[in-house]
């Protein structure tokens, strides 16, 4: 498969992804919406942010949570006991999906991924659903079987699909290299030692680098969980606002970053320099490269003007006076900023973690460690000085360093060639000026309009934000022609492609 196919199979895996992303948090809005009319937010809160979802200790955390931190009060929180093990045991469950989801990932299966995740959040919504409006008095019970349903569906689907796959006329065409379902299962090779030691070392610096960055990108939780810094109905705020808020970021920027790192990791070779590989491989991976910082660079800059001046309303539209009075709009603009950082330091991550040798992974595990402990200090600092806005000001923080080391590595990565991807950074000066006029004109009508007028003025205030929007999507248009030609060319080929 040459680098070409490769960019368009990478594609379709984007596209598809960002459908079931899509679809995903279109789902768990509705849901959120919904249970909101019928739960505490306390109980939220607690389901959100305290309880343990899917990790190897998950026997040993499961005890933390029973017996070392508080527990909520019964009244308002009941069943807590009984859902941390359903928790805990629903964790467990979808790591065995994990090996198989790799497989899948590595050879772009890529409808098996949009089919298995679809099914299982219908079944998990489904459940949900139901509990609430004819068992509510099961409490966390409702929370803790529904996300059972979803991993056993998760894990049910793949083994289904590979049972059936493996051994087939399919998988020899496409001369697929397990033979048997056993093939999936920890083996020793004929003549091979049982674990090969460069994969192991390799395998052991990702583990450590995953352990770290659930660290960064999860620590508020356990900083929530341990210190108590916010009190449950606040923690309940924070998490939806923080749904909300990484709603674009989860369903655009996170299958980009998913689907481009087995891009670059296929048409670039690991710790090589640019020069030493293939040099039609890497002018392509420069272009991409380029690109896709443009792309996440205006999506982010998009939503941190809009998202400042719309926030009160989406949240009063969301959950009512619950969320759109008190911190909640100030939370959701902060996010907003937050949003940009996310997708400028998951396209260069994704670059950065495809082309590390073992010995740059193992480096930047260090780095990762150093960030992490800064990281959990920063986020108990600020949040007992801003309450929740601390924990969104210490990501920022903390992503602004990521960007900042993963930034200099590409930059001495092709520091020697007359390649210079980063130029996607810089939007153009025209639309920077449209941007600029529109986060103006949106924070004056938010002001004036917005939100206790009635729906007239509502209506008024979208109309400005519709208005602005179409001003900066028509400059983009006509100052970014090479992003434009990037997504005609790549994007938009393989969606013509599949609806003919």
């Not at 493996?166 to 020793?188: I, N, W, Y």
């Not at 674990?195 to 352990?211: E, G, H, N, P, R």
């Not at 996440?296 to 400042?308: A, P, R």
């Amino acid at each position: 498969m040459n680098s070409v196919d490769k960019l368009r199979n990478t594609f379709t895996l984007a596209s598809c992804n960002v459908l079931l992303q899509v679809m995903f948090r279109v789902l768990t809005f509705l849901l959120n919406g919904f249970t909101l009319r019928f739960v505490s937010k306390e109980l939220i809160g607690v389901v959100n942010v305290r309880l343990p979802i899917g990790v190897i200790w998950a026997l040993l955390l499961g005890s933390v949570w029973l017996w070392l931190l508080e527990v909520p009060d019964p009244e308002a929180v009941p069943y807590y006991g009984g859902a941390v093990v359903l928790f805990a045991f629903s964790g467990v469950q979808e790591l065995l999906a994990e090996p198989l989801w790799v497989v899948a990932q590595a050879h772009m299966f890529v409808w098996l991924k949009v089919v298995a995740e679809s099914l299982a959040m219908i079944a998990k919504c489904s459940v949900t659903v139901l509990l609430v409006v004819f068992a509510r008095e099961w409490g966390l019970y409702i929370f803790s079987a529904a996300h059972l349903v979803y991993t056993g569906f998760l894990v049910l689907c793949y083994v289904v699909y590979f049972t059936r796959f493996l051994g087939s006329e399919e998988a020899a065409k496409k001369s697929f290299p397990l033979q048997r379902v056993t093939d999936l299962l920890p083996g020793r090779l004929h003549g091979e030692p049982l674990i090969d030691a460069s994969a192991a070392q390799l395998t052991w610096s990702f583990f450590k680098q995953s352990f770290l960055k659930q660290i960064l990108t999860e620590g508020e939780r356990y900083i929530m969980t341990f210190f108590s810094v916010l009190s449950f109905g606040d923690q309940g705020v924070y998490d939806i606002v923080n749904n909300l808020g990484s709603m674009v970021a989860r369903f655009v920027f996170l299958p980009i970053e998913e689907s481009f790192y087995i891009f670059f990791a296929n048409i670039l070779e690991r710790g090589r320099g640019v020069h030493k590989q293939e040099q039609e491989a890497a002018s392509m991976a420069a272009e991409v490269l380029e690109c896709l910082l443009k792309l996440v660079v205006v999506i982010g800059l998009i939503i941190t003007v809009f998202g400042y001046g719309y926030s009160h309303l989406a949240l009063d539209l969301y959950g009512g006076s619950l969320l759109s009075r008190g911190a909640g709009p100030v939370l959701l603009r902060c996010y907003s900023c937050y949003v940009l950082l996310l997708a400028v330091n998951g396209v260069t991550e994704c670059f950065v973690f495809a082309t590390m040798s073992k010995e740059e992974v193992d480096k930047y595990n260090l780095v990762m460690l150093a960030l992490s402990a800064s990281f959990l200090i920063l986020s108990y600092m600020l949040t007992w000085w801003a309450g929740g806005v601390g924990f969104i000001l210490a990501n920022c923080l903390n992503m602004g360093l990521r960007i900042v080391h993963s930034l200099r590595y590409i930059r001495r990565y092709f520091h020697t060639s007359h390649w210079t991807p980063l130029r996607g950074l810089l939007p153009s000066p025209p639309l920077l000026l449209a941007l600029a006029v529109s986060a103006a004109v949106t924070a004056g009508s938010e002001a004036v309009f917005c939100c206790d007028g009635g729906w007239s003025l509502r209506l008024l205030h979208i109309a400005v934000g519709g208005v602005c929007l179409l001003l900066v999507l028509s400059v983009t248009a006509l100052s970014e022609k090479q992003l434009l030609l990037f997504i005609r060319t790549h994007l938009l080929s393989q969606y013509r492609k599949k609806t003919t």
